[in-house]
């Protein structure tokens, strides 16, 4: 079974920054899609960010500019730079991985909390 684990998140302040890292645990074979889906309070799990292994990337309308994926130097590793953070950026941020849009594999998720 991949696992993939997740690091990085945290409190900071609205305005401030966190990066998160997520990796998965086998180099066997290489993910087609990784990405970023998180939870806040109260609300569905939502698509955040996501990196194809040719490097096209995809943003939520709301992360765009301010949110950046990227793909780590170790084979299914993807890095998760956020910028400007809200309050609204609340969540649990969860890390996933597949072979197509629908993951295979899910992290355990790491908290970010972000205050006003």
């Known amino acids: 079974q991949v696992q993939l684990v997740e690091s990085g998140g945290g409190l900071v302040q609205s305005g401030g920054s966190l990066r998160l890292s997520c990796a998965a645990s086998?180099?066997?074979?290489?993910?087609?899609?990784m990405a970023w889906y998180r939870q806040g309070p109260g609300k569905q799990r939502e698509l955040v960010a996501s990196?194809?292994?040719?490097?096209?990337?995809n943003y939520e309308d709301s992360v765009k500019g301010r949110f950046t994926i990227s793909k780590g130097d170790a084979k299914n590793t993807v890095n998760l730079t956020m910028d400007s953070l809200k309050p609204e950026d609340t969540g649990v941020y969860y890390c996933?991985?597949?072979?197509?849009?629908?993951?295979?594999?899910w992290g355990q998720g790491t908290r970010v909390t972000v205050s006003s």
């Open positions: 996933a991985a597949g072979f197509s849009l629908v993951p295979s594999f």
């Open positions: 086998t180099t066997f074979f290489r993910m087609n899609i």
């Open positions: 990196i194809t292994s040719g490097g096209t990337t």
